[in-house]
């Protein structure tokens, strides 16, 4: 196969990652692996970086994604929307030699192509209040922002809706009314 062009590769990546969500807890190698062999993705330095950096760093871009979607959790967004977001930010936070216009332009792209309508003014926002904050503060501000949110979320007690309480109550309730 000939090589890629970035965008072409970019569009490969978004589908073996987009698989890999499918495949949550599989070894990302055999996963990627057999991606690659059943579409026929050619090696491509690009696509196997990303893709493995995308995968390890996931932790981290899940949490700039929810610091700066404005109270959507990653787990919370669509498949579609997650991965992209994930793909740009690591582009732009990992990658120097991809400019961060170029990221965010092709993420809208994706978007566009298998989102839904709505998805891309959401992503775009979502980037663009990174690549703001990239821009004043500089990337390691961001990512250090972004392990704050993860080592904060780790020493918080885990919140509990209001539902899941009574649920948890009743169940309580049931059990010592079979104990009596």
């Given at each position: 196969m000939a090589k890629v062009t970035r965008q072409e590769a970019r569009d490969m990546l978004f589908g073996l990652l987009f698989e890999t969500e499918f495949h949550e807890g599989e070894n990302p190698t055999a996963v990627y692996e057999l991606a690659c062999a059943d579409r026929e993705i050619p090696s491509d330095k690009y696509i196997r970086e990303t893709f493995f950096g995308v995968i390890s760093k996931s932790e981290i871009l899940?949490?700039?994604?929810?610091?700066?979607?404005?109270?959507?959790?990653?787990?919370r967004l669509s498949r579609?929307?997650?991965t992209v977001i994930r793909i740009a930010a690591y582009e732009m936070l990992f990658i120097e030699d991809i400019p961060m216009n170029v990221s965010i332009s092709q993420a809208v792209e994706l978007t566009v192509k298998y989102g839904e309508d709505r998805a891309k003014q959401?992503?775009?926002?979502?980037?663009?209040?990174?690549?703001?904050?990239?821009?004043?503060?500089?990337?390691?501000a961001v990512i250090d922002e972004a392990v704050a949110a993860i080592e904060a979320k780790a020493a918080a007690p885990e919140?509990?809706?209001?539902?899941?309480?009574e649920d948890v109550l009743a169940a309580d309730l049931d059990a010592e009314?079979?104990?009596?």
């Open positions: 899940d949490a700039v994604i929810g610091v700066y979607s404005k109270g959507w959790r990653a787990d579609v929307s997650r959401f992503v775009n926002g979502v980037l663009s209040g990174m690549f703001k904050d990239i821009q004043a503060k500089g990337v390691q919140k509990v809706s209001e539902s899941e309480a009314s079979e104990n009596a």
